[in-house]
């Protein structure tokens, strides 16, 4: 019995802590909302958050996804694991001078262990973990937001108590439905910003495991500090905004654990007060442990610094204009506006677009640009905040008001354009983690209005109605990622003036196949943007494939102009001279693509294929095997040269290289088939035979395959095969040259041998 009653007086006690530490000011006390016990209360964010994006499980891969995991090389087996560590985001070496220089190689590890799992590219197991990665991180929100708005307290058994937990699940709530974050968990590349966020809230959870309290009164675990010191180079190791979680644990541990006054601090520092330690500068060990953060914090960046090597990216005007613009004045006025549309689309986050550059928001270059207004709103907001977060008497309102704006502004820095140039001018994306802040000011909000509404169910009524107009736009937004085309075509209507826009839509009509509707978007896209050189490229190449050479070259000119070091336009301006018969200008042309890019195997072919129509055969075959040499499965340049040294008599040569392009690409029909047609003229025709029909059963509907089967057929004396491939062949395709003929001829051997016979 006695045991018994001990058991039953432990839970009172830590209900008896609860409640003494509810004696202060406390969010939910006034807020009408749902109650639920800390596992039910994840469990129903877990399963909010997982309704509102998982229609984008089954999605393609779409935008930058391309880049990232596609034409990644650091995702292959073959590529060493340490070469991740010396490569940016898009596989690139971090040396190199086009390299974007973001250093994410954690997020890339991800990707590479989904790419062996699922054995190939399949975009299925790529989606299910940013959703899980979402979810999980929704659920963690719970914790984070039940200490920034109740605050940081334990029972005597060392077990975090939730003061707020109410607002603690509506602001979780808030951050799991919210539209904007759909770009980064539908999105596959979004990982960099999941992984991040992930790490981000186990540092600062850990962080605060450092504050447990024990009958000895306040102390802190430096074991917790440093592994939330780890937690957040890890962090930065997945995305470079990870290392902002050190700043904020370090204003978190003045304001929360040390209760620090920041305005009456900055008046004693003012007055020049040798109180400071009164004011909780020194109480606690709050210096050291600033210290060891800023130590930390500054190690990392160091060690990043020399893995990366040399200096920042270079970014090209269109990627982020007004951080080309002349002006002081204009950069700083434009920066402010994308600023107010990054708090617009966190208010209001119904116009959401894939790529917010190349005109889609116009330059502001005079004050009587109408659009000061959103940046005049901004500043009152937030100067209207930081005043009520500095200088308001009620210490629970300061706290929460200054954790919302921290974590709104801090993790948002290194996107501000402030230390250094961004390639972006919005990227719904990197309001992932500022969306924290948001949601805690928003439920703050939320509180001050439930305290003064005398209908506070109403007050409710329309707060749940925000998150399912939310969840709504989530699934939504979600089904437009599910592929380019819906993903494309959604931005023409936001952003309208933005060139690449029109850009991506036209080339995911043309590589549907449709090069009419593309020429119309790409000519969109010229307009918009006049230095487009890509849009020239590509409109450039459909125009070519159309036979309208003229305006061709003239684009495909226009575009080595604008950006000389353009190696495709050079190639494609060689193709297009070659075809207009201007032979040496399309030498010189596929000449500087290659000086400008040094492994260009297509160029080579391209090349390769212009000695050949000059006869120049030395030549074209140097050409095509510098192409396999750079691109050991070129398949064109591997049949060029078989069929060259094939056409000039060179048939032992023409084997020796057939082989050697079988062993490397042995499943390639089109190989087999050349191959097949030297050995048939060597009169190796059983092993022609072999090759010819293993060509065959990988394409079954080549007429010329069954001709020249038949063929070999023919020569060998075996008739009735002979005349079933030209059969085959000419029911394929009637009009195959030389087949009619062929056929006749064997036709007509055939009668001569049956009135040999009767």
């Known amino acids: 019995q006695i045991c ?16 003494m530490a509810q004696t202060e000011p406390n969010l939910d006390h006034d807020v009408s909302w749902f109650l639920l016990p800390s596992y039910w209360a994840k469990m129903v964010v877990a399963l909010i958050s997982f309704l509102c994006f998982a229609n984008s499980y089954d999605g393609d891969f779409v935008f930058d996804d391309s880049e990232a995991i596609i034409n990644n090389k650091d995702l292959r087996a073959e590529t060493p694991l340490g070469d991740l560590w010396h490569h940016d985001f898009w596989g690139s070496k971090l040396s190199s001078n086009t390299s974007h220089k973001s250093y994410r190689p954690l997020t890339v590890l991800t990707f590479r262990i989904n790419y062996l799992f699922a054995g190939g590219f399949y975009p299925v197991g790529f989606h299910v973990i940013n959703i899980i990665l979402h979810c999980t991180i929704s659920v963690l929100m719970v914790d984070v937001f039940s200490i920034l708005l109740g605050g940081l307290q334990f029972s005597n058994k060392g077990r975090r108590l939730n003061l707020a937990p109410k607002t603690s699940l509506l602001a979780a709530l808030l951050f799991a439905v919210h539209p904007v974050h759909t770009e980064c968990v539908a999105g596959i590349v979004g990982r960099a910003d999941l992984l991040c966020a992930l790490f981000f809230l186990l540092s600062f959870l850990g962080y605060c495991k450092a504050f447990r309290e024990n009958k000895e009164g306040h102390n802190f675990s430096m074991f917790w500090v440093l592994v939330s010191v780890i937690l957040g180079a890890i962090a930065m190791l997945c995305k470079e905004q990870g290392i902002t979680i050190l700043g904020l644990n370090a204003v978190f541990d003045a304001l929360v654990i040390n209760k620090l006054n920041v305005l009456e601090l900055i008046q004693k520092l003012l007055r020049k007060d040798k109180s400071l330690e009164n004011a909780g500068l020194l109480r606690k060990g709050l210096l050291f442990r600033i210290t060891l953060l800023m130590s930390g914090g500054a190690s990392i960046l160091y060690i990043r610094w020399r893995i990366m ?33 990054n708090a617009w689309l966190l208010l209001c986050p119904w116009w959401l677009c894939f790529d917010w550059s190349m005109g889609c928001i116009p330059l502001i270059k005079s004050v009587s640009d109408w659009r000061i ?11 209207g905040l930081i005043c009520q977060a500095l200088c308001s ?32 001018v919005i990227a719904e994306r990197v309001i992932y983690l500022p969306s924290i802040g948001y949601c ?12 003064q509404a005398k209908k506070k169910k109403i007050l409710a009524v329309a707060v749940l109605g925000i998150l399912l107009i939310n969840v709504m736009r989530c699934t939504l937004r979600s089904s437009q990622w599910r592929s380019e085309e819906q993903l494309f075509r959604s931005a023409l209507s936001v952003c309208p003036l933005n060139a690449k826009v029109h850009y991506n839509v036209g080339k995911n009509l043309a590589d549907k196949g449709n090069q009419s509707a593309a020429i119309k978007y790409y000519r969109e896209a010229v307009r918009l943007n006049p230095k487009y050189v890509h849009a020239m490229n590509n409109l450039g190449n459909i125009l070519k494939e159309r036979n309208e050479l003229r305006e061709a070259e003239e684009l495909l000119s ?7 070091d353009f190696a495709a336009a050079w190639m494609n301006l060689g193709i297009v001279q070659n075809s207009l018969r201007r032979f040496e200008e399309a030498e010189q042309s596929y000449w500087t693509a290659i000086k400008h890019r040094k492994k260009y195997p297509d160029c080579y072919y391209n090349l390769g294929r212009l000695y050949a129509d000059l006869n120049r055969h030395i030549d074209a075959l140097n050409a095509w095997r510098n192409a396999t040499v750079l691109k050991p499965e070129h398949s064109l340049a591997w049949n060029n040269m078989i069929i060259l040294l094939d056409n000039t008599g060179n048939l032992a040569q023409a084997e020796a290289v057939g082989r050697e392009a079988l062993e490397l690409i042995p499943n390639d029909h089109s190989l087999m088939f050349s191959l097949a047609n030297v050995l048939g003229k060597s009169q190796k025709y059983k092993e022609s035979e072999a090759l010819f029909l293993k060509a065959i059963k990988a394409n079954p509907n080549a007429a010329s395959y069954h001709g020249n089967l038949a063929v070999l057929y023919h020569r060998w004396g075996n008739l009735d095969l002979a005349k079933k491939h030209y059969e085959v062949s000419l029911k394929l395709d009637p009009m195959a040259p030389g087949t009619k003929e062929n056929y006749n001829l064997l036709r007509r051997k055939l009668e001569q041998l049956q009135k040999k016979g009767s």
């Not at 226009?558 to 000389?564: D, G, H, K, S």
């Open 393 to 424: 008497e009620d210490s629970h309102k300061r706290r929460i008001l200054t954790l919302g704006l921290g974590f709104l502004i801090i993790p948002f820095l290194p996107a501000s354009n402030l230390f250094f140039r961004v390639g972006f």
């Open 309 to 341: 090597g040399t200096g920042p990216p270079a970014f090209t005007e269109v990627d982020n204009p007004a951080s080309f613009a002349d002006s002081l004045f204009v950069r700083a006025i434009n920066y402010n506006y994308y600023y107010s549309l």
């Open 373 to 383: 207004i959103a940046l005049v709103a901004l500043w009152f907001c937030l100067i």
């Open 558 to 564: 226009l575009a080595v102009q604008i950006q000389p």
């Open 4 to 19: 018994n009653q001990h058991n039953a007086e432990a839970p009172n006690l830590e209900q008896a802590l609860h409640r």
């Open 440 to 451: 805690v000011l928003f439920t703050y909000g939320f509180s001050l209005l439930s305290k």
